[in-house]
């Protein structure tokens, strides 16, 4: 026997069967259609693994699905559970995450993504292609006719119910004509494969339709999954549709091909922000929040560092009601005041322009067969699945009857000013719902709207071995599947078709393909018969303009919440030291040494590892210490290393399109381990001192890592600078203050209080290397104050952070800016004028383990308190004196919305 063949016989000498082989052995439910066998399945029991394949119903495995698995002929179960283990795994490490509900407490939820990928023959494939472009056309013109004549409401081809009464009519963009004459950019139809075989249309959203970013991750990490199966099934590339959209984007704004783009989001607590940061990065577009934008003279711009940049087109991803707080909900802080009235001067593009919601009401998709006929003489290639609108008194007592056969759906979902519910599937519901529900449709009619159910199709996904019990092998499973394709404006030729999309899958046993319900998500492959597409989103040349403006382009909320990330790295990095070091104390050869106990005290309460009502470590340091361990993986009370940890985690969400993948993965792991760690210990109720120092130990490696990503990996460009001001800034204070304290205690005239002030300073390598087993003030204020070449000097922090300051803003080589003043110079600092002050005329009884002997005087340090106290108020003076420079632009938030 080979070694081939080993591995494919299981424990027992049975030969384990390949997947090619399983898959024989997969068939849809009953009365589903099989994508793996393009037919209606009966329900008949399929071949049994490793037998020849049999007639399953009628039906075989298709040439298509056979020459996919043909490429897998080597791999069984347990190859294939590895590969989804390496894509679950690529996932997590890529930061793909769908948050059903934000919630900053809570972690993060992965995206899921199943093994194998939806494959559309490339017949099917023009089909689809044919019948989405034609409906495209149709919502354009019935977005033209409704913000303009409004003609299909006169004459009666649409309810005005369905267009004034919903919420997402908006009357302020009557008579409005869009930016380059295009109502619709994108827009996304979800089609269900019927028992029939035909595709029908179940919705349409032209509001922020989600997706794009998610399936373009999924092709990656699908592609790269079965790379041979890829290249010889003849998979339609993606980039070149992108390409289109943004070359169509960029031509039909006020600015043209070279127009400023960006993406609108609601920010890093909308469940889909992956998918925006993720699509700005790979379409190059800045990515805002309303807050980054202000409408000045009726154009809009974009509050950068370096002052307020034109925008000209905006890809939104914020619901329309959000837009403008002006016009719109005045409660909203998503949006930009006066952005309405910049659209109606014709100053910039919106992708899709404002007031497309109401086309999403699944009414709408009983009255469009009409409306093909009558605005474009054409019946509807692509049908939609029967739909009715019970506002219509014939079409309720039509679908009444049918109720158990229907989708009850809201004719308005999510409106705030009408009934709405979550849609419910009349044939889950026993005789007395259905009574209900059909009483409450009579009552609410215009409310409900009524879709005939098929059977949606099942496609083969893969459950890996114990997913549902321990034990279970891995295996394949048919589950439902529903399809999201995307039309993308493509300049003056129309739209074009995405090839491919973003495919939802039910969880086992579901009919309802919902990621809040636990469903997954797979990639579409659309094949060719023709020519593939190589193109890239590479730009063949890019003007002077465009190119500085990539350059400079760094947005004030952007760069705030680099120099926070700064700040609360420096802050978490400071707590664990501070923290790791006073657990050792309490536990090492000095625990009782009064003036060291006091200042981990002060320390601990002034950097809020404990809160000020706690005992000091001098009083109690049992209950000091089980304080400390407690507040370690706590976010309330305590703002100790979880607190920070979180922090650097929030405002690092923030920023995502700036981090690489493995810093942002480093700060998720950090942050997720800590709480999961500490939580552990708490629950066995056997939280020691031990097992604080270890999490501290492992932790204080992960923000090594952070460190260095945000050291060697990140541009220097401005908003970098920034970043190092906020850890500069942090480390200037909380160094100045640690080395104060430690005077202002006495701390330092003990030997171990002198160690602690090295350890802390991070210099005790360096420090014994220099001076050996010395104790002696000057030479420790040499190395934390004085000593360039060390970075964590007192003198050099002040020396970089002056200089950041001055190349922030913008000054000659070797000239200093205004804030740069305002730290002081460490060139005015010598060591003997530190170190050359009074002595104190009474000496006092040395404490145990003390640096000075008895009768010695003991130095009051003076010059060098003074100096400390400078920079712990240079500290504070900067950090407000930046915001209110670069973040609130205070001056421009007053300026008139209209012109002047």
Not at 200 to 217: D, M
Not at 219 to 230: C, D, K, V
Not at 668 to 687: G, M, T
Request: proline letters at 6%; one cysteine or more.
């Amino acid at each position: 026997m080979n070694p081939s063949q080993q591995a494919q016989t299981s424990a027992s000498g049975a030969p384990t069967p390949g997947v090619a082989a399983l898959a024989q052995a997969v068939q849809a439910a009953p009365g589903h259609f099989d994508e793996m066998r393009a037919a209606v399945s009966p329900g008949i029991p399929a071949t049994a693994p490793g037998e020849p394949e049999a007639d399953a119903g009628g039906a075989r495995v298709t040439d298509l699905w056979q020459q996919f698995f043909s490429t897998l002929k080597n791999d069984t179960a347990p190859d294939m559970d590895q590969r989804a283990t390496n894509l679950a795994r690529q996932v997590r490490d890529n930061g793909i995450t769908y948050n059903v509900y934000a919630d900053e407490n809570g972690p993060q939820r992965p995206w899921s993504l199943d093994l194998f990928p939806l494959l559309v023959d490339p017949q099917s494939w023009q089909r689809i292609e044919a019948g989405v472009l034609q409906r495209m056309r149709l919502l354009e013109r019935v977005m033209a006719d409704v913000y303009g004549p409004q003609t299909l409401l006169h004459d009666g081809f649409l309810p005005p119910a369905l267009v004034h009464a919903h919420p997402g009519y908006l009357r302020a963009m009557h008579g409005v004509e869009p930016v380059g004459g295009r109502y619709l950019h994108i827009a996304a139809f979800d089609l269900a494969r019927g028992p029939d075989g035909n595709w029908w249309v179940e919705a349409q959203r032209s509001q922020a339709p989600s997706g794009l970013g998610y399936l373009l991750e999924n092709r990656l990490a699908i592609s790269g999954q079965f790379p041979q199966a890829f290249q010889s099934l003849r998979v339609q590339r993606l980039a070149s549709t992108y390409r289109a959209l943004m070359d169509s984007l960029k031509a039909m704004s006020p600015a043209g091909s070279d127009a400023h783009l960006a993406l609108l989001t609601p920010g890093p607590y909308n469940e889909t922000y992956f998918e925006h940061a993720y699509l700005a990065r790979y379409l190059g577009l800045t990515l805002v929040e309303g807050s980054d934008l202000l409408v000045r003279d009726e154009c809009l711009f974009l509050k950068t560092l370096k002052g307020l940049v034109p925008v000209h087109g905006l890809l939104k991803r914020v619901d329309d009601q959000y837009l403008d707080p002006l016009e719109l909900r005045a409660d909203s802080t998503l949006g930009v005041p006066g952005l309405l009235q910049a659209i109606r001067a014709g100053n910039v593009l919106v992708a899709n322009a404002p007031g497309s919601a109401f086309l999403e009401s699944p009414a709408l998709l009983g009255f469009l067969p009409a409306l093909s006929r009558h605005l474009l003489d054409e019946r509807l290639s692509l049908p939609a699945l029967p739909t009715w609108w019970c506002g219509e008194r014939s079409a309720m007592e039509e679908a009444l009857p049918r109720l158990a056969d229907c989708a009850i759906k809201p004719t308005y979902p999510g409106s705030l000013d009408h009934g709405t519910f979550e849609p419910v599937l009349g044939g889950k519901l026993g005789a007395r719902a259905l009574d209900e529900w059909a009483g409450r449709i009579v009552r609410q009619a215009e409310e409900h709207t009524l879709q005939g159910y098929t059977p949606l199709s099942q496609m083969p996904t893969w459950q890996t071995s114990g997913a549902v019990s321990p034990g279970e092998a891995g295996k394949l499973l048919a589950r439902s599947v529903m399809l999201r394709v995307f039309v993308v404006s493509d300049g003056t030729r129309g739209w074009r078709v995405l090839p491919g999309g973003l495919a939802r899958v039910a969880s086992a046993g579901q009919e309802i393909t919902s990621m809040q319900r636990g469903g997954s998500s797979a990639d579409v492959w659309a094949l060719t018969r023709g020519e593939i597409d190589h193109s890239t989103l590479l730009a063949p040349h890019m003007t002077p303009e465009s190119l500085m403006q990539r350059k400079r382009l760094i947005t004030s909320r952007a760069a705030e919440n680099l120099f926070w990330l700064g700040r609360y790295t420096e802050r978490a990095e400071n707590a664990i030291r501070l923290a790791r070091l006073t657990l050792e104390c309490l536990h090492g050869e000095e625990q009782s040494t009064a003036p060291l106990l006091t200042w981990l005290s002060q320390m601990a309460v002034a950097n809020t590892l404990v809160l000020p009502g706690v005992p000091s470590a001098l009083q109690a340091p049992r209950v000091f210490e089980r304080s400390l361990i407690d507040s370690l993986g706590s976010t309330s009370g305590a703002t100790s290393v979880g607190y920070y940890l979180r922090a650097l985690k929030m405002v690092g969400s923030s920023v995502r399109e700036r981090l690489s993948q493995e810093h942002w993965r480093i700060i998720i792991r950090c942050e997720e381990e800590l709480f999961e760690r500490c939580a552990a210990q708490r629950q066995r109720a056997d939280f020691s001192a031990l097992q604080a120092l270890q999490i501290l130990k492992d932790t204080s490696d992960h923000m090594a890592a952070i460190t260095g990503a945000q050291t060697d990996r990140m541009t220097r460009d401005d908003g970098w600078r920034l970043l190092s001001i906020g850890r500069h800034i942090e480390r200037l204070g909380f160094l100045s203050s640690a080395l104060l304290r430690g005077l202002n205690t006495g701390s330092l005239n003990t030997d171990g209080g002198f160690d602690a002030m090295v350890e802390l300073f991070d210099s005790a390598i360096t420090f014994h290397a220099q001076f050996q087993q010395s104790r002696d003030i000057a030479a420790l204020v040499d190395l934390l104050v004085i000593d360039r070449d060390n970075p964590r000097s007192i003198s050099w922090i002040a020396h970089t952070l002056r200089g950041r300051l001055a190349r922030l803003a913008g000054s000659e080589p070797n000239q200093l800016s205004a804030l740069s003043f305002k730290v002081p110079n460490p060139g005015a600092w010598g060591l003997a004028q530190l170190c050359d002050n009074a002595p104190d005329l009474v000496t006092p009884a040395p404490a145990p383990g003390s640096a000075h002997a008895a009768g010695e005087a003991s130095p009051r340090y003076e010059l060098l308190k003074d100096v400390l106290s400078q920079c712990i108020d240079a500290s504070f003076l900067v950090s407000d004196d930046i915001s209110t420079t670069y973040f609130t632009h205070a001056g421009l938030a007053n300026q008139s919305l209209g012109t002047s």
